[in-house]
């Protein structure tokens, strides 16, 4: 049972590259997040996907954009990495409307340099 | 400014005594409570909850407490094992806004054998 699937789990770039951040899952889950996580901010939402076909900003959207591909993907995307975007990214899935429960991926950790 | 807080950065306790991690939020707009853990290299899992029409909620060794006039929860885990070494995150949700958790900025726990 995978769950939440990120894809890659490490990556390096340089400042101005872009790259985009992968996420599947395989619960049939409806709403999709895609959260950053840094020391002492706690996780902080990016964007989420309350169902297909719908995508809306979250707490800090600016320098990301983002595709809900299909109901299983939610990918996100960096078209000109800073060095503040360096942080560890937390893809999640849940019910629609549900009591909150999120279920996280194990993270993709970014570095830009 | 960070609508939930959690004002201790680290809490260290011996086995088999108790472990009580704080949470303060200003949203009043807030009506669901969340406790997530996270061990280093994985995703957040959630670990329990609590309604704001309830003021306490309890699964097996863990409790949380939620004082609404003092917008404030506690969680208490009875007793502490090595097993419960990990970043501990409170997050919170406001009805209208579905799924949309606001995390702080965690605690980090480390239990003693």
């Known amino acids: 049972n995978a769950g939440v699937t990120q894809t890659p789990k490490f990556q390096v770039l340089k400042t101005g590259q872009s790259m985009t951040l992968q996420c599947a899952q395989d619960m049939n889950h409806n709403s999709m997040y895609w959260y950053r996580q840094d020391p002492g901010m706690g996780l902080r939402l990016i964007y989420y996907s309350a169902s297909e076909g719908t995508t809306d900003k979250g707490e800090v959207p600016n320098g990301y954009n983002v595709s809900r591909l299909n109901k299983r993907e939610f990918s996100l995307r960096l078209e000109s990495a800073a060095p503040s975007q360096t942080s560890v990214y937390f893809c999640?899935?849940?019910?629609?409307?549900?009591?909150?429960?999120?279920?996280f991926g194990e993270g993709s950790r970014l570095t830009v340099l | 400014d960070q609508q939930v807080k959690q004002n201790s950065p680290s809490l260290s306790v011996q086995e088999g005594r108790i472990s009580i991690l704080n949470c303060d939020y200003t949203n009043s707009m807030f009506d669901y409570f969340l406790w997530y853990k996270k061990y280093p290299a994985e995703g957040p899992t959630f670990l329990i909850s609590?309604?704001?029409?309830?003021d306490k909620n309890e699964d097996g060794r863990f409790t949380v407490f939620l004082n609404k006039s003092a917008k404030h929860l506690s969680l208490h885990i009875v007793p502490s094992q090595p097993g419960d070494s990990a970043v501990y995150f409170c997050a919170a949700s406001a009805g209208a806004a579905g799924n949309k958790l606001t995390f702080g900025g965690g605690t980090r726990v480390l239990v003693k054998p």
């Open positions: 609590i309604s704001s029409i309830k």
């Open positions: 999640a899935s849940s019910v629609q409307k549900s009591t909150g429960e999120l279920f």
